[in-house]
Structure formats: C-alpha cells, structure tokens
C-alpha cells in the first residue's frame, strides 16, 4: 500500500551531502515534495505558504540553471552570491527564506510525532511561534494565524498520508530527521558567514 512518502519525487533522506555540503538540485526536488505535503492540510489559508516556497524553490532554480557548476551545491550557490550587492542575491535570499519555511514545517511534523494528544492546529502554531513568527511583520502574521486555525483533524491528516499507519510512522520519522538536518546544515552555514545579513 502507497503512501503520501512513497509519492515523492525526491525525499530529504536522499539528498546527497558532499563533503557536507547540500546537493543543490536534489535538495530543491525534496523540496518540492514537501510543498505538496500543504495540500494535505486541505485549506487554501496554505496556498500563502506553498506561494511561498515555491517562488524561493524558482529562485533557486534560476541561479542552478545559469551557474550548474558554482551552484552545484547550496554552500557553493551561496558563496559564488556572496560579493554580489543585496540585488544580486537572490538565490541565497531564496534559500534563505526557503529554508525559514522547511524550519517551520519540521518544527510542526516533530510537534506533531512528539505530542500525540496535540491536534495539528495546535502543533503548527506552536512550530510558527517557534520558527517563521519572528520573521514576519504584524501584516504577515494574521494570514499564517489563519492558516494554523484551518488544519484538519489530526486523524484525517494521517488517513491522507496512507492506509498503512505504521509505515506512514516510519517513514516520517525518517523523512523528519533526514530534514531536520538539511535544516540544521543550511543554518550553521549561514551563521557562519553571516550569508543572511540584510536578507
């Protein structure tokens, strides 16, 4: 029996890191599968996040199809970005905010596999508190805060993700924790440098 995981086109446990560093390509095909992971969530209050992610998945894209060789990796994409005026980054500001959204979207899977009781209106607002709230302004907010209220029963959610529950339980803990360290990688890279200055 097929599950929501089983569909992707690319999971995040098949990124491959060279060196540490994030294979550009692979990690925006993951990337992708995840945006479809909203659609589950059944509301158009996600359409704003899936908007979202998808045009920093394009930016991205653009940067990877113009420079395959300097943007072959996400390290590499942002360092050949790096002297280049605020103007002329807009891949890394892509990454940057992309990567602020695959942030969100762990903190609420882990949320949500670490408190069974929570349903995900619960979890989803607990994660954006953690994670995006602190990027947006107070015209942002109000539509996120919609968003979280428009999630399904946690229940219904999980019947979405496939019959086989306890594969569908595997195979999130595998795609949550391959994630969460792409995740942790892009951050610490950022911080690192500070890539993200004025971004």
Same mark, same amino acid.
Request: glycine share 6%; aromatic share 10%; with cysteine.
């Given at each position: 029996?097929?599950?929501?995981?089983? $569909?992707?086109?690319?999971?995040?446990?098949?990124?491959?890191?060279?060196? $540490?560093?994030?294979?550009?390509?692979?990690?925006?095909?993951?990337?992708?599968?995840?945006?479809?992971?909203?659609?589950?969530? $059944?509301?158009?209050?996600?359409?704003?996040?899936?908007?979202?992610?998808?045009?920093?998945?394009?930016?991205?894209?653009?940067?990877?199809?113009?420079?395959?060789?300097?943007?072959?990796?996400?390290?590499?994409?942002?360092?050949?970005?790096?002297?280049?005026?605020?103007?002329?980054?807009?891949?890394?500001?892509?990454?940057?905010?992309?990567?602020?959204?695959?942030?969100?979207?762990?903190?609420?899977?882990?949320?949500?596999?670490?408190?069974?009781?929570?349903?995900?209106?619960?979890?989803?607002?607990?994660?954006?508190?953690?994670?995006?709230?602190?990027?947006?302004?107070?015209?942002?907010?109000?539509?996120?805060?919609?968003?979280?209220?428009?999630?399904?029963?946690?229940?219904?959610?999980?019947?979405?993700?496939?019959?086989?529950?306890?594969?569908?339980?595997?195979?999130?803990?595998?795609?949550?924790?391959?994630?969460?360290?792409?995740?942790?990688?892009?951050?610490?890279?950022?911080?690192?440098?500070?890539?993200?200055?004025?971004?």
């Amino acid at each position: 029996m097929s599950t929501f995981f089983d $569909g992707m086109k690319k999971s995040f446990k098949d990124v491959p890191l060279v060196d $540490g560093k994030i294979a550009t390509d692979e990690f925006l095909q993951a990337s992708e599968s995840l945006i479809k992971l909203f659609d589950l969530l $059944g509301s158009s209050a996600f359409a704003v996040v899936q908007n979202d992610m998808q045009g920093n998945v394009d930016k991205i894209r653009k940067k990877l199809l113009e420079s395959p060789v300097d943007a072959a990796t996400l390290q590499d994409l942002v360092l050949d970005e790096k002297d280049a005026s605020i103007k002329g980054k807009s891949a890394t500001q892509g990454l940057l905010w992309l990567s602020r959204g695959l942030q969100f979207t762990a903190a609420a899977m882990r949320e949500t596999v670490d408190n069974p009781d929570y349903e995900l209106t619960k979890a989803f607002t607990n994660a954006y508190g953690k994670t995006l709230s602190k990027h947006h302004s107070f015209v942002i907010k109000p539509i996120f805060k919609l968003a979280m209220k428009a999630c399904p029963y946690r229940a219904d959610f999980f019947k979405k993700l496939g019959d086989d529950q306890e594969k569908v339980t595997a195979q999130l803990l595998e795609w949550l924790a391959s994630l969460e360290n792409i995740v942790k990688i892009i951050f610490s890279f950022f911080e690192s440098g500070n890539y993200g200055k004025g971004l």
